[in-house]
């Protein structure tokens, strides 16, 4: 034991900045912690203890099914929480959004957050929400002001039961004076990002059963219009695929989706990593090991920063998503279809991506005359509206040069091999790119398929990079 001693000690002399793979440091410290956790709670030397343990590299690919199955991440973190305004929710909602907020230097931006995301919410969509904002600072008198100021200007959604205000006290913190400096951040950075893990550790916990979706927020964020409409048909369009993580926003720890049933893991893991590293990094260890590879992001972004100073020092913080559309947008229906072509597809770029609300695309090598990308719907559609896009930013000349979109109908084969046997063309691409509105005036069949169709071989290769389709209603026949 003494001799193990000696070695954590010689360990904690060694440089900070290790050759060993981060992921597999958070593995095996994920193993120890299955170990040592009680009731939520870490002692400080058994931590320390697994922060010495943790420099044996592993290959992190072994534990992904270990992090995902361990029962301690299952339960909730015992901490009690003091009500601010607004009560526990008589009823399981839709989407919770959640928000911490501290005090800062200079500006305020929750009020006008609040207000984004009621006023941006339709009356059925508030039906189906409900907001928790997290007061985390330690400063009473300012916590006091805000209650007082959110209970004045949003009382009706406190008595509707839609916007609850909570606050953790600061006898359930962990140690944040004295923390590890990783990546020579001053001490009062390290501690301000390491509370900021537990403050949203705690808001998460306290979030787990209030819905069946949990979307992140910080508090100096613009909505967009009808935002939840449009996350309800993005959830639906990824029903039956894997996901962890869902991104409505590119910056920081701003419109990241959840299932509620993955809070807890997620809050205890915040809990035991919350002074290696910021949030959203941490973020980026947990998707992955819950075996969620890539990013699944959406664009156009749901939710927009609009602080001009930051939370950390009032310093100056101008980030801007490039990819936000405030006004309310058209997000396509893309009904379930099956997606196939006779193109050479390039490595993984295959025909489902150009289908996908992700941004991402299908990739052929160069098409000849009669090649096509086809789509075969499952269920007869009326199409009120089609959109195609061809070639990227970056490869302008991957486009459609010559091409045809056609609708069909008259379904044979059987359900791997269906195609229509009658073909009706509704236009030729341009530049690219291929729109129609009023479909449904133009076509009066129900439509069974949709197809791309090339009618002069190019030399170059067709990026497909996306393909929007709006449906009227969907026919019983």
């Given at each position: 034991?003494?001799?193990n001693?000696?070695?954590?000690?010689?360990m904690?002399?060694?440089?900070?900045r290790?050759?060993?793979?981060?992921?597999?440091?958070?593995?095996?410290?994920?193993?120890?912690m299955?170990l040592y956790?009680?009731?939520?709670?870490?002692?400080e030397?058994?931590?320390?203890?697994?922060?010495?343990?943790?420099?044996?590299?592993?290959?992190?690919?072994?534990?992904?099914h270990?992090f995902?199955?361990?029962?301690?991440?299952s339960?909730a973190?015992?901490?009690?929480y003091r009500?601010?305004?607004g009560?526990?929710?008589?009823?399981?909602?839709?989407?919770?959004?959640?928000?911490s907020s501290?005090k800062?230097?200079?500006?305020?931006?929750?009020?006008?957050?609040?207000k984004?995301?009621?006023?941006q919410?339709?009356?059925?969509?508030?039906?189906?929400?409900?907001?928790?904002v997290?007061?985390?600072?330690f400063?009473?008198?300012?916590?006091?002001?805000?209650?007082?100021d959110?209970?004045?200007?949003?009382?009706?959604?406190?008595?509707?039961?839609?916007?609850?205000?909570?606050h953790?006290?600061?006898?359930?913190y962990?140690?944040?004076?004295?923390l590890?400096?990783?990546?020579?951040?001053?001490?009062?950075?390290v501690?301000?990002?390491?509370?900021?893990?537990?403050?949203?550790?705690?808001?998460?916990?306290?979030c787990?059963?209030?819905?069946?979706?949990?979307?992140?927020?910080?508090d100096?964020?613009?909505?967009s219009?009808?935002f939840?409409?449009?996350?309800?048909k993005?959830?639906?369009?990824?029903?039956?695929?894997y996901?962890?993580?869902l991104?409505?926003?590119?910056?920081?720890?701003?419109g990241?989706?959840?299932?509620?049933h993955d809070?807890?893991?997620?809050?205890?893991?915040?809990l035991m990593?919350?002074q290696?590293?910021?949030c959203?990094w941490?973020?980026?260890?947990?998707?992955?090991?819950?075996?969620?590879?890539?990013?699944?992001?959406f664009?156009?972004?749901?939710?927009?920063?609009?602080?001009?100073?930051?939370?950390?020092k009032?310093?100056?913080?101008?980030l801007?998503?490039d990819?936000?559309?405030?006004?309310?947008?058209?997000i396509?229906?893309?009904?379930?279809?099956?997606l196939?072509?006779?193109?050479?597809?390039?490595?993984?770029?295959e025909?489902?991506k150009?289908?996908?609300?992700?941004?991402?695309y299908f990739?052929?090598?160069?098409?000849?005359?009669?090649?096509?990308?086809?789509?075969?719907?499952?269920?007869?559609i009326?199409?009120?509206?089609i959109?195609?896009?061809?070639?990227?930013?970056?490869?302008?000349n991957?486009?459609?040069?010559?091409?045809?979109?056609?609708?069909?109908?008259k379904?044979?084969?059987?359900?791997?091999g269906?195609?229509?046997?009658?073909?009706?063309r509704?236009?030729?691409?341009k530049?690219?790119?291929?729109?129609?509105?009023?479909?449904?005036h133009?076509?009066?069949?129900?439509?069974n398929?949709?197809?791309?169709?090339v009618?002069?071989s190019?030399?170059?290769?067709?990026?497909?990079?996306s393909?929007?389709?709006?449906?009227?209603?969907?026919?019983?026949?």
């Amino acid at each position: 034991m003494r001799h193990n001693l000696k070695y954590f000690d010689k360990m904690r002399c060694l440089r900070k900045r290790s050759a060993v793979s981060f992921l597999g440091v958070l593995v095996i410290c994920l193993l120890f912690m299955n170990l040592y956790i009680e009731d939520g709670y870490v002692l400080e030397g058994d931590k320390q203890l697994i922060r010495e343990t943790a420099t044996h590299q592993l290959n992190p690919e072994r534990y992904v099914h270990t992090f995902k199955d361990l029962s301690n991440f299952s339960g909730a973190i015992n901490i009690s929480y003091r009500y601010l305004a607004g009560t526990p929710l008589p009823r399981k909602r839709y989407l919770t959004i959640g928000l911490s907020s501290v005090k800062r230097k200079k500006g305020n931006y929750l009020l006008e957050t609040i207000k984004s995301i009621f006023e941006q919410s339709s009356y059925e969509e508030l039906k189906e929400i409900a907001v928790v904002v997290q007061l985390a600072d330690f400063d009473s008198a300012w916590c006091e002001g805000m209650v007082q100021d959110i209970s004045q200007k949003f009382a009706h959604h406190i008595i509707a039961g839609r916007l609850i205000v909570i606050h953790v006290p600061e006898e359930y913190y962990p140690v944040l004076d004295g923390l590890k400096r990783n990546y020579n951040d001053p001490e009062d950075r390290v501690k301000f990002r390491s509370k900021q893990n537990v403050d949203y550790a705690f808001l998460l916990n306290f979030c787990a059963n209030l819905s069946d979706y949990y979307v992140m927020l910080e508090d100096d964020v613009r909505c967009s219009k009808n935002f939840l409409t449009t996350v309800k048909k993005v959830i639906t369009s990824r029903e039956g695929s894997y996901w962890v993580t869902l991104e409505f926003s590119k910056l920081g720890y701003i419109g990241k989706l959840y299932h509620s049933h993955d809070l807890p893991r997620l809050a205890h893991f915040l809990l035991m990593f919350y002074q290696e590293m910021p949030c959203d990094w941490l973020l980026i260890h947990f998707r992955g090991l819950l075996a969620q590879k890539e990013v699944i992001r959406f664009k156009p972004s749901l939710f927009q920063h609009m602080g001009y100073y930051s939370s950390y020092k009032g310093a100056e913080n101008k980030l801007k998503d490039d990819d936000f559309e405030e006004e309310s947008f058209d997000i396509p229906d893309n009904p379930p279809a099956n997606l196939h072509t006779n193109m050479n597809v390039f490595e993984n770029y295959e025909a489902s991506k150009a289908y996908s609300s992700i941004d991402e695309y299908f990739w052929g090598k160069a098409p000849s005359t009669g090649d096509f990308y086809g789509i075969v719907f499952e269920k007869p559609i009326k199409i009120t509206k089609i959109k195609v896009v061809t070639g990227t930013e970056d490869r302008q000349n991957d486009i459609l040069h010559h091409g045809a979109l056609e609708v069909g109908e008259k379904i044979v084969g059987s359900k791997k091999g269906r195609q229509c046997t009658t073909y009706l063309r509704l236009g030729e691409f341009k530049n690219g790119n291929f729109e129609m509105t009023d479909v449904e005036h133009k076509v009066l069949f129900n439509i069974n398929c949709m197809r791309i169709l090339v009618t002069k071989s190019q030399k170059e290769w067709l990026i497909i990079r996306s393909i929007s389709i709006w449906t009227s209603q969907t026919s019983n026949q």
